[in-house]
C-alpha cells in the first residue's frame, strides 16, 4: 500500500497545478481576525456569497461565545489575534536527499516501516516524477465517478455541489454548537466532502491520500460526509507518519450524516506532533466530530488512535436519532512526557431500540494526563436504547494520570446502561517475563500496550492496524526506564 | 555449562544467598530442593537476572561467559530459560503472538534468520504433538484465565519451542494435581538431550518421581548444605528437613 500511496502524492506534487487552488498567489492573509479577514478567506476562495454569510454568522455567533474550560487540560491562554487565519499553499522547503532530514525523524519512519518515496514525500525531499502515477490517481477518480461517488476538497464541493452543501453543511455541528466549532465555521481553510449515493457501496477506503489537492487541507479542516440509503462507505483519516506543523492550534470539524440503513466508519490516527520531552511546543488539537444516524438502522462507527498532539480535546459522538441506528467508538488514547489528552464520546439516543458501544482504552506514561469522558442520553422516547461503555486505563510508571468522568442520563426506564471500567499497570512483572524470553523491554512494553489495546484495533481496517500497532510503541519510548 | 562460585545475593540488604557453589554439565539433572525461604526462588531470579535482586559477590559463568554481566534478553539468548513459578498474564496478546516474538528475538540474538509465518506454524505444530499441547489454549491471550496446570503446561511448551541449553523450572510443581505434574515432567524429559541441562527446584520429592535428577542438592539458609543423588530427595521426603537441620546444626540467622 505504501508505494501506492507514494505513487499518487508523487501525481498530487506532479499535478498541483490542478485545480481552482493554483490560482492562489502565495500570499497570506494579516494576523488576526475580524470580519475583514473573513471577507477576505471567503473572496480568496472565490466562494458565493451564502457562504460568505456562513461565515459571518458563525464569526459573530463566535465573538459571543467564551472558550470552554470543564476539560481537564492546562494551557496557557490562546492568543486568537497572533493567528494567520489564511495562507495560500505554500511550497515545503525542498531538500535534496533523505540525509538532510533530522536522524530522529528518519528513524521513527525507518520502525514505522515507511518507503523510502513515502519518506521523502513526508519530509518535503524533492521526489522525481514517475510516469505511472498519474493513471493510477485518476483510475481511483474514474472509478469512484462511476457509481456517482462524490469525493472531493469542501472548495471544489462549495463551488461544484452547492446544494448539497447547503442542505448538509453545519446540519451535525451547527455554527452556534460550541466556542472551536464557530471557529471553524468562520475561517475553516479546507477539508473533505464525500458523498455516497443510494444503495452504493463505496469499492475502496477513502482517505485523503487519494484526493488530489489533499496536502495544506490547514488547520481548520471541514469534513462533510454524506452516506444515502442502503449506501456504505470507510473514511480513513490522518496518517501513521508524524506531522510536523508549525500551527499550534489545530480546531477541525467533521460531520457524518448517515441516511436509512447506511453505515459510514471513520478511522482516525492522529499523530501530529505531541512537543518534546519537556512538554514545549506541540499541537493543540480541538475537534468537534459528530454524526447523526437520520434514518432507520443506520450506523456510524467512529475508531480513533490518538497518539499525537500535546492536547487532545475530541469527543467523536453519534446522535442516534433513526429507530435501530447503531452507534459506536472504539478509541486509543495514548499521552507520553507531559501530554494531555481529554477525550471521549457522546451517545444521544434519540430513537427506539437504538444501540451505542463505547469501548475506550487510555494509556498514559511519563508525566502525561488522560481523561476519558463520555456521556450516555437516553431521551424520553429511546424505549429500549441499549449502552454498553467500557473505559479501561493502563498507565506506565507513577507520574501520569488516567481519569475516567461518564456521565450517564437516562428519561426512560426500558432503556439499559452498562458501565464498566478498570485500571491497571504494566508490570516490572510483565516485562521481566518478556525479557526472560529474549525480548528486550521496549518490544515488551509494545506487546502489552497492543494486548490492551487490541479490540480497538482490530476496528481499523488491516493496513491502518499495522502502521498504528508500530506506532503505538514508538510513542512511548523511553517510557520505562 | 554452568558455573556457580560462591555466589552471594540478596535483595534490599538483606542477604539471602551465602555462597553457592554448583556445577552443572550437560546432559544434566540437577535438583535444588529445600524448606521454605531457604533461597531456592532466589537462586533462579538471580539467574534468569531479575534486577530486584542485587549480585553482593562470586560469579556465575555459563558456556565460559560472564552470565551476571548480560541483561535478561542477553541471558535468554544464550540458552538460559526459567520456567516461572508464577507465569504472568498479559491480557489481549495470543499465546502464539508472544512466542512467536519470543522465539525470533532469541533467533536474531544468535544471529539466526527470522522465521517466517509458515515456517513458525510449522514448527509450532511439531512442538504442539510432541508435548500434547491443544490449539485453543495458544490462541488465547498468555495465561489469562488459564488454570495452575495450564499455566506451567504453558512454560515447559514455551521451553520446546526455545530449545534452551539450560532450563531452569521453579517449583513447576507447585499447586498442579498429580496428573498435571506427570505430564509437565514428561514434557520436560522429552526434551531433554545430551547438550542440554535442566535444573529443577522444588520442595517436593514426587516431581522427581518423573523428573529423575542425577545430583540432588539441599539448600538451606542460603547455602547448599548437602549433595547427593536421587536417594538423597528420598531421604528428605521420608525424615523432613529437620533431618538436616540436625545433621547441620542449627545456625543461628545474620
Redesign the interface.
Known amino acids: 500500500m505504501e508505494e501506492k500511496y507514494s505513487d499518487i502524492e508523487q501525481a498530487i506534487l506532479s499535478e498541483y497545478k490542478y485545480g481552482f487552488v493554483t490560482d492562489i498567489e502565495a500570499d497570506e492573509a494579516p494576523k488576526g481576525l475580524d470580519e475583514n479577514t473573513i471577507r477576505f478567506i471567503s473572496a480568496k476562495k472565490n466562494e458565493p456569497e451564502w457562504m460568505l454569510q456562513y461565515r459571518l454568522k458563525a464569526y459573530h455567533q463566535w465573538l459571543k461565545m467564551e472558550e470552554p474550560s470543564w476539560a481537564n487540560v492546562k494551557y496557557d491562554p490562546i492568543d486568537y489575534q497572533d493567528i494567520i487565519y489564511y495562507s495560500a499553499p505554500k511550497q515545503k522547503k525542498k531538500l535534496n536527499s533523505l540525509d538532510e532530514i533530522d536522524p530522529e525523524l528518519r528513524r521513527t519512519f525507518e520502525k514505522l516501516g515507511i518507503s523510502l518515496d513515502e519518506q521523502k514525500r513526508l519530509s518535503g525531499v524533492a521526489v522525481d516524477a514517475v510516469i505511472d502515477s498519474v493513471s493510477i490517481a485518476t483510475t481511483f477518480k474514474a472509478q469512484l465517478a462511476e457509481q456517482g461517488i462524490i469525493f472531493c476538497s469542501m472548495s471544489e464541493a462549495i463551488q461544484e455541489h452547492p446544494d448539497l452543501i447547503k442542505k448538509y453543511l453545519g446540519s451535525v455541528v451547527p455554527v452556534t454548537d460550541n466556542y472551536f466549532a464557530a471557529l471553524n465555521a468562520a475561517v475553516f481553510s479546507d477539508g473533505s466532502f464525500v458523498y455516497i449515493p443510494k444503495g452504493v457501496r463505496c469499492p475502496m477506503e477513502l482517505s485523503t491520500y487519494f484526493r488530489i489537492n489533499a496536502e495544506n487541507t490547514g488547520q481548520f479542516e471541514r469534513t462533510l460526509i454524506v452516506a444515502d440509503e442502503h449506501s456504505y462507505v470507510s473514511y480513513l483519516e490522518g496518517c501513521t507518519a508524524p506531522m510536523r506543523d508549525e500551527n499550534q492550534l489545530h480546531a477541525a470539524v467533521v460531520e457524518l450524516v448517515a441516511h436509512d440503513h447506511a453505515e459510514i466508519k471513520y478511522s482516525t490516527v492522529q499523530n501530529w506532533y505531541p512537543g518534546d520531552k519537556d512538554g514545549k511546543g506541540g499541537i493543540y488539537n480541538f475537534v468537534t466530530k459528530r454524526g447523526i444516524c437520520q434514518g432507520s438502522h443506520s450506523k456510524i462507527s467512529w475508531t480513533q488512535v490518538e497518539t499525537g498532539s500535546s492536547i487532545t480535546w475530541k469527543y467523536p459522538s453519534v446522535i442516534l436519532k433513526g429507530d435501530y441506528s447503531v452507534g459506536e467508538f472504539y478509541s486509543v488514547a495514548v499521552t507520553n512526557n507531559h501530554q494531555q489528552a481529554d477525550t471521549g464520546t457522546k451517545m444521544q439516543h434519540i430513537g427506539k431500540h437504538t444501540r451505542s458501544r463505547i469501548v475506550s482504552k487510555g494509556i498514559s506514561a511519563g508525566f502525561s494526563n488522560n481523561s476519558y469522558r463520555g456521556l450516555v442520553h437516553m431521551s424520553k422516547n429511546a424505549a429500549n436504547a441499549r449502552n454498553y461503555s467500557q473505559c479501561d486505563s493502563l498507565l506506565i510508571g507513577d507520574k501520569c494520570g488516567a481519569h475516567t468522568f461518564p456521565y450517564i442520563e437516562a428519561k426512560n426506564n426500558t432503556s439499559v446502561v452498562e458501565h464498566e471500567a478498570t485500571t491497571s499497570k504494566v508490570?516490572?512483572?510483565?516485562i521481566?517475563?518478556?525479557?526472560?524470553?529474549?525480548?528486550?523491554t521496549e518490544?515488551a512494553v509494545a506487546?502489552?500496550i497492543?494486548?490492551?489495546?487490541?479490540?480497538v484495533m482490530n476496528q481499523l481496517p488491516m493496513e491502518f492496524a499495522i502502521e498504528a500497532q508500530k506506532l503505538l510503541a514508538i510513542s512511548l519510548e523511553g517510557s520505562v526506564g | 555449562m554452568l558455573r556457580i562460585e560462591n555466589l552471594q545475593a540478596g535483595i534490599e540488604e538483606k542477604q539471602i544467598l551465602k555462597g553457592i557453589n554448583l556445577d552443572i554439565k550437560p546432559g544434566e539433572v540437577h535438583a535444588i530442593m529445600g524448606p521454605n525461604g531457604s533461597g531456592k526462588s532466589t537462586l533462579a531470579s538471580v539467574l534468569a537476572g531479575r534486577q530486584d535482586y542485587e549480585v553482593t559477590g562470586g560469579s556465575v559463568t555459563f558456556e565460559g561467559k560472564d552470565l551476571l554481566e548480560l541483561s535478561p534478553e542477553e541471558r535468554a539468548g544464550e540458552g538460559v530459560f526459567l520456567s516461572f513459578q508464577y507465569p504472568v498474564e498479559i491480557p489481549g496478546l495470543s499465546t502464539t503472538n508472544f512466542i512467536k516474538t519470543a522465539v525470533n528475538e532469541v533467533r536474531k540474538y544468535r544471529g539466526q534468520e527470522q522465521l517466517d509465518a509458515v515456517s513458525f506454524l510449522k514448527l509450532m505444530k511439531e512442538k504442539m504433538v510432541l508435548m500434547e499441547m491443544d490449539q485453543a489454549m495458544l490462541s488465547r491471550s498468555l495465561n489469562e484465565g488459564f488454570s495452575g496446570g495450564e499455566k506451567k503446561r504453558n512454560e515447559i511448551f514455551q521451553m520446546a519451542m526455545l530449545q534452551p541449553k539450560l532450563a531452569i523450572l521453579d517449583e513447576t510443581d507447585s499447586g498442579l494435581d498429580i496428573d498435571a505434574i506427570r505430564i509437565v515432567a514428561n514434557g520436560v524429559n522429552k526434551l531433554r538431550n545430551e547438550n542440554n541441562a535442566v535444573l529443577v527446584i522444588t520442595h517436593y520429592q514426587r516431581l522427581l518421581d518423573y523428573l529423575v535428577p542425577d545430583f540432588v542438592h539441599v539448600l538451606y539458609k542460603g547455602r547448599i548444605v548437602k549433595s547427593g543423588t536421587k536417594e538423597l530427595a528420598l531421604e528428605l521426603e521420608k525424615k523432613g528437613y529437620d533431618f538436616i537441620k540436625n545433621e547441620i546444626g542449627v545456625e543461628e540467622d545474620v
Open positions: 508490570g516490572e512483572d510483565q521481566f517475563y518478556c525479557n526472560q524470553r529474549g525480548i528486550d518490544t506487546l502489552i497492543n494486548g490492551f489495546a487490541k479490540e
